[in-house]
């Protein structure tokens, strides 16, 4: 009895592995992750990292219609964290522009007390 039902088992479960789902869910997020950059006034002219993340997406699109589907959800996921990454490269760089002006204040307030 058990030696018929592992044969089988052993197909069943290879077949499974075979087959992806299409990463449907995964490129929903990709695409809200690219929306969100680009809310930030963010272009992939400016950021190398948004432009990867663009092209790894449009890679994940066509390996969906070639019917990769495991192929099409790691990209997905590259694409989803290197638009993650040019959305914290914006954030720090404008962080960095803030600390830049707010030193600036400090430094002439410095000098207008030291005036008085």
């Keep these: 009895m058990i ?3 592992l044969p089988v088992l052993l197909v069943l479960g290879l077949s499974a592995c075979a ?3 299409a990463p449907t869910e995964q490129l929903r ?4 992750a690219l929306a969100q950059t680009r809310s930030l006034g963010v272009l992939g002219e400016q950021s190398e990292s948004l432009r990867l ?3 790894k997406f449009a890679q994940a699109q066509a390996a969906i219609l070639d019917g990769e ?6 990209l997905a996921e ?6 993650r990454l040019a ?3 914006h954030l720090n ?9 707010l030193s600036q204040r400090i430094s002439r307030l410095r000098q207008q007390l030291g005036a008085m």
């Design 19 to 21: 087959s992806d789902p």
């Design 3 to 5: 030696n018929r039902t």
């Design 87 to 89: 959305e914290a490269e």
């Design 29 to 32: 997020l990709t695409e809200q």
């Design 53 to 55: 993340a663009e092209e």
């Design 69 to 74: 589907n495991k192929q099409a959800r790691h």
């Design 93 to 101: 760089a404008k962080g960095r522009e803030q600390l830049a002006e």
């Design 78 to 83: 590259q694409a989803e964290l290197d638009a």
